[in-house]
């Protein structure tokens, strides 16, 4: 449900952030019309890469280094401490990866594939 949350949101700031370039784009003074489009082009694909993929870099690298975001909330993504495996398991049945944290962010991604589209 979250996910679904999560694209409808990004539905809309994509939005937002489009109407954002087109405003920035017309305050600047171009000369011709190819220089505008290409600037307006390279604005809105800023906004949209950031907008986009800000929360799957977070759980891809930032999850994953025990970041404290609320007191007393500590996020574990790849310290393998934290479950019921083992280190030495994870390592040996994973290839040295804790899968823990790629199932949250292949369920992310696919979501936001999936949500997109519709």
């Known amino acids: 449900m979250g996910s679904a949350l999560y694209s409808a949101w990004l539905v809309f700031t994509n939005y937002l952030y489009g109407l954002l370039a087109v ?3 017309n305050w600047e003074n171009y000369r011709t019309v190819t220089a505008y489009e290409d600037a307006l082009v390279l604005k809105t ?3 949209y890469f950031v ?12 999850e ?17 401490s934290h479950f019921d495996y083992t280190a030495e398991y994870i390592k ?11 199932a949250e962010l292949s369920t992310l991604l696919s979501s936001l594939v999936i949500f997109s589209q519709v």
């Open 23 to 25: 405003k920035l784009n």
């Open 45 to 47: 694909s800023c906004f």
């Open 51 to 62: 907008n986009s993929y800000a929360t799957l870099f977070y759980i891809a690298f930032l």
């Open 64 to 80: 994953a280094s025990q970041v404290s975001l609320l007191p007393g909330m500590t996020e574990y993504c790849h310290d393998a």
């Open 92 to 102: 040996g049945t994973h290839g040295g990866f804790n899968p823990f944290c790629m």
